[in-house]
């Protein structure tokens, strides 16, 4: 079982920047897949980031690419998104979550808001 609990979101100007932070419980963390997915209002949960489980490969979104950084610290049992040169359009709940297999995402957080104004 790991539990994920997100923090870090706010309200932040378009261009500015933040550190969104997920810290996980349990053993075995530094063995699962981890990922940050948002969803904004009206609109499906979409991908954002994710790392695997030795922060050996990378993948985003486009709509993120060049702008958000996924890194993970094992020893702290804990993933970050670091989200710069925001846009009102990343503005969402964002989800942290962890997977074993690519089949599926088996944790979830609470989800944190993040609001970009214009």
């Known amino acids: 079982q790991v539990q994920l609990v997100e923090s870090g979101g706010g309200l932040v100007q378009a261009g500015g920047s933040l550190r969104l932070s997920c810290a996980a419980s349990?053993?075995?963390?530094?063995?699962?897949?981890m990922g940050w997915l948002r969803q904004a209002p009206g609109k499906e949960r979409e991908f954002v980031a994710l790392?695997?489980?030795?922060?050996?490969?990378?993948h985003y979104a486009d709509s993120v690419k060049g702008r958000f950084t996924i890194s993970r610290d094992n020893a702290k049992n804990t993933v970050y998104l670091q989200m710069n040169s925001l846009k009102p359009e990343d503005t969402a709940v964002y989800y942290c979550?962890?997977?074993?297999?690519?089949?599926?995402?088996?944790?979830w957080g609470q989800g944190t808001q993040v609001t970009v104004s214009s």
């Open positions: 790392i695997t489980w030795n922060a050996g490969s990378f």
């Open positions: 349990g053993r075995t963390f530094s063995s699962y897949t």
């Open positions: 979550a962890a997977r074993k297999t690519i089949l599926k995402w088996d944790y």
